[in-house]
């Protein structure tokens, strides 16, 4: 349901869009507010049913573990932060800048999306190839005569969504692998305190007053400026990267809470089921079940009480991932993820959620491919305007199919279904098959 949401907001066919389809401007919340750390605890669920099974067997999350689990968490976060950079980076040459025609260096840019494809399904030699296709493609256009300009890294995308959900797995990995869950809330309640101190009281240089009502005097914007530097933040934030250095630690917290909430799904009641004293086993387990999502919802109340209160004095920010933010939205995390856990697991309503089990199968295939699509027909210039100004494909088909039927507002939110449900169609393909496409 996540991700699904995220490809829904991320692709609105035009402006303006509603409002709860947008991000909150820069103080305040808005339901697409709500994806990102709703993304990031699902993380975190995961982290503690696959690493909590060692736990489980070995007394302790840390006991018996040798260097090949530490291995294989670096080993998927870098795959994560570098995939996050392939995608910024593709096809390695500035697009619109570059003078060949648009149907040539798209068929460049398809062979490098193709090449990752295979190489995200672990088919090394079809990626190779295709990747090498991709690279002669350029040389050819330069021999032609075409003016390609190469991708500046010097602009590169430092952070990102992959970059931060790739250090918010690994820090939130090793800190479930060597703590409990009592030294989980600690360290929580720590860095969101530590958070909010800092951010409150120390001063931004060059700034009259610190605060985080602006954009460019709070410490979290200040940092990036200094360490990622301006060329490398995020170009429509131009003084603040909203996936930076400082705001990440908000964030680590968001993949905790959802490490604390797998554990408390995981954990077997004690005493309850036990075939041999003659108990009713099923009713034992309905109990308990009842007991896990009725503390799902105990602490999402508890939760997101406390954040709207925190949010009068450290105010909601999805930019600057707030501890007023962590605590509201890890609240509407834990009753979302009990509704889906009351209405799967204990009433047995399961086919409506059949479209978000195909989306989940391939989340991170859906969210880099979605995201490449949409730069390509924002980028594949299908006709020009009387001055010679080019039209982009995506443009195109919203002035001429969903302009023509519905009012602006409309349009855009009906082009965004109609992009989800042609991802869901290839999704589905891939779900058919079984092909499961992680790092």
């Not at 947008?22 to 305040?28: F, I, R, T």
């Not at 995961?46 to 291995?71: C, E, F, P």
């Not at 490098?112 to 190489?119: C, D, K």
């Not at 308990?288 to 009725?294: F, I, P």
Request: net charge positive.
């Amino acid at each position: 349901m996540t991700i699904a949401g995220m490809v829904l907001v991320n692709n609105p066919g035009t402006s303006p869009v509603y409002w709860p389809l947008d991000h909150a401007e820069w103080n305040g919340l808005t339901p697409t507010d709500w994806i990102f750390p709703f993304f990031l605890f699902i993380v975190g669920v995961s982290i503690s049913i696959s690493l909590g099974r060692r736990a489980r067997a070995g007394g302790d999350a840390a006991a018996g573990l040798n260097a090949g689990v530490y291995t294989k968490i670096i080993s998927r976060a870098l795959s994560i932060y570098l995939l996050g950079a392939a995608v910024s980076v593709l096809p390695f040459f500035q697009f619109q800048s570059s003078n060949a025609p648009d149907w040539l260096k798209m068929l460049d840019w398809l062979a490098f999306a193709a090449a990752l494809l295979f190489l995200l399904m672990r088919n090394y030699k079809v990626a190779g190839i295709l990747a090498g296709v991709a690279f002669v493609g350029i040389g050819v256009m330069n021999l032609a005569g075409y003016n390609i300009i190469t991708y500046d890294f010097g602009t590169i995308r430092i952070m990102g969504v992959l970059q931060r959900i790739a250090v918010c797995y690994l820090i939130t990995s090793l800190i479930f692998l060597h703590t409990n869950w009592k030294q989980q809330i600690y360290i929580s309640a720590a860095l969101l305190l530590g958070y909010w101190f800092i951010m409150t009281m120390i001063p931004v240089p060059g700034c009259e007053v610190t605060t985080i009502n602006d954009k460019a005097c709070n410490l979290a914007a200040y940092v990036d400026r200094m360490i990622i530097t301006e060329p490398h933040i995020w170009r429509f934030g131009k003084v603040y990267d909203p996936e930076g250095l400082l705001s990440t630690i908000g964030a680590i917290v968001t993949t905790i809470s959802g490490v604390l909430a797998g554990t408390w799904l995981m954990r077997s009641d004690k005493g309850q089921v036990t075939s041999d004293e003659g108990k009713d086993l099923s009713l034992d387990t309905a109990r308990s079940s009842l007991n896990k999502v009725s503390g799902l919802f105990f602490f999402g109340i508890i939760l997101f009480a406390l954040g709207w209160v925190w949010n009068f004095f450290f105010p909601f920010n999805k930019a600057m991932w707030t501890s007023s933010y962590v605590l509201v939205t890890t609240g509407l995390a834990l009753l979302m993820l009990g509704c889906c856990y009351w209405l799967i697991d204990i009433k047995g309503y399961r086919r409506w959620a059949t479209p978000f089990m195909i989306f989940g199968a391939n989340a991170l295939a859906l969210f880099v491919f979605t995201g490449l699509f949409a730069r390509m027909i924002s980028a594949f210039r299908v006709a020009y305007t009387p001055e010679g100004k080019g039209i982009s494909a995506q443009r195109w088909i919203v002035d001429n199919v969903y302009l023509q039927l519905f009012q602006p507002i409309n349009a855009s939110l009906a082009f965004a279904i109609s992009f989800i449900l042609l991802w869901l169609f290839f999704m589905w393909l891939l779900y058919r098959k079984g092909i499961y496409i992680k790092v």
